[in-house]
């Protein structure tokens, strides 16, 4: 007997607010086919308190497999750079049946703290000696394996990576396995085609303007269908900032803008380092600013200029890049903290209109992240993936507390994971906070790492 294709929540979180006695009914291929607030509760299956998924728009999946190993002080200063040199020789051994096995594992506890969509920055793209697959996008396509084992939904951006620095500097040894031009990418590209539907989508990410030339990124521009998805690391370290500033006189984002007609197709993930005009540039572009809270603390990055980018109207949505958490709450918090703690001032993110910072951080991420992932995410609304959680209504955080209340604690208050149940796509992926097929991706996690961790440099 198949699933009803219908829910009757008592309270939602819409586009437009809190609405109670909602009922979602969404079709077989897992579209919201309605959404109605003020129903009549008949025989639906009940649920107390539903969100939309959050979208993660920014993950390295294989890096999850490195979580906690480059957590030792070496002998001289340690910063985003020297931790790049670890991530390069541990990337060395990865075998495709790895980064399936490690997005696996990754997807699933995404899922279980309310990711219900990842963009995967994809840059593992041929195998240990620097060779392209047969296939040109098999790594790709084991990433997409792991995201329908798992059931999340997928934006896969496979990387354009050619060069170690600015000025066409060539690659290190152990860069090889990332190395791609733009006809490369473009061939990926066409193979992940088969693969898109309504739970993956195919753009491109040009690593960042150290790794790819202005010409590279216009030549994919040009060939890559319009509406794709369209992804970038920028100014995420001072170092980058100065090396941008002495071969361009430019600083990143500037440059970036004066090159090429930046969009709502958009994601400049990260971009940290932003003077005041390029902060209020970029906010008028329609671009999303792709932020990494964890991640950017656990390298040493900074601090983005949240407060001014918000005033002028900034789009920004959060990702797990290494994946050191996997907890959108975790992301929002310290998103808010971190602002709270450069400014010595409370309750930064919020607007005019919009005062509940928790409320103004989820819905804020939720937008951007659907934008940056190229698919029809992020509301609970007809046309829609029906894409949702469930809070755990009986957990002593969300005792007797009104809607308006809900988020604030969920981002704020305490450490327990509140995702009770996960729908990707009108499908349960996670029911009572465990993944559907958590047991055998985790022992096929274990056997991974046990392998990896015999072969670690």
């Known amino acids: 007997m198949s699933e009803p294709r219908v829910l009757f929540a008592r309270q939602a979180l819409l586009a437009d607010g809190w609405q109670r006695d909602v009922r979602l009914e969404w079709d077989a291929g897992g579209t919201l086919l309605a959404v109605t607030p003020g129903a009549r509760h008949e025989d639906e299956p009940v649920a107390d308190i539903v969100l939309p998924g959050m979208v993660n728009l920014h993950s390295h999946a294989f890096q999850r497999a490195l979580g906690g190993l480059t957590e030792t002080a070496g002998e001289g200063p340690d910063s985003f750079w020297t931790w790049r040199q670890l991530m390069y020789r541990f990337a060395r051994n990865i075998t495709p049946e790895h980064i399936e096995a490690i997005a696996a594992q990754l997807f699933s506890e995404c899922l279980r703290h309310g990711y219900t969509s990842v963009c995967e920055f994809h840059y593992v793209q041929r195998d240990q000696g620097g060779a392209m697959y047969a296939r040109p996008a098999h790594t790709a396509e084991r990433v997409v394996a792991a995201a329908q084992i798992t059931g999340i ?37 066409e193979a992940l085609e088969p693969l898109r539907g309504s739970q993956v989508e195919v753009g491109v990410a040009p ?127 310290w998103l808010e903290y971190g602002q709270r703690l450069l400014h010595q001032k409370r309750n930064v993110a919020a607007s005019p209109t919009q005062r509940r910072v928790g409320d103004f951080l989820w819905h804020s991420a939720l937008q951007g992240g659907a934008l940056a992932s190229g698919r029809p995410v992020g509301v609970l609304a007809a046309g829609k993936r029906a894409d949702l959680l469930v809070l755990d209504s009986e957990h002593p955080n969300l005792a007797g507390i ?32 465990e993944h559907i097929a958590q047991m055998a991706i985790a022992q096929r996690y274990k056997q991974t790492i046990a392998e990896l961790r015999k072969l670690r440099p």
């Open 153 to 189: 939904g997928v934006t896969m951006l496979p990387v354009l990576y050619s060069y170690a620095g600015f000025g066409d500097k060539p690659l290190a040894p152990e860069q090889q396995r990332f190395r791609t031009d733009a006809a490369d990418v473009l061939r990926i590209v």
């Open 207 to 333: 690593h960042s303007l150290r790794a790819a030339s202005l010409g590279q990124i216009r030549e994919v521009l040009a060939a890559l269908p319009a509406a794709r998805p369209l992804h970038i690391h920028i100014a995420e370290q001072q170092g980058e900032v100065e090396q941008c500033l002495a071969a361009t006189g430019q600083r990143p984002v500037r440059y970036l803008m004066d090159k090429v007609a930046l969009d709502a197709r958009w994601c400049l993930v990260h971009a940290t380092h932003l003077d005041q005009g390029e902060a209020a540039a970029l906010a008028a572009s329609g671009a999303v600013a792709g932020l990494c809270p964890t991640t950017e603390a656990n390298l040493g990055d900074g601090l983005f200029p949240l407060a001014p980018f918000l005033a002028a109207g900034g789009r920004i949505g959060i990702g797990s890049d290494s994946h050191v958490s996997q907890s959108p709450v975790e992301e929002l918090r």
């Open 402 to 433: 009104g809607a308006d209340d809900v988020l604030g604690t969920v981002v704020f208050c305490g450490n327990d994971n509140l995702v009770r149940d996960v729908m990707v796509g009108g499908r349960w992926v996670v029911r009572h906070r």
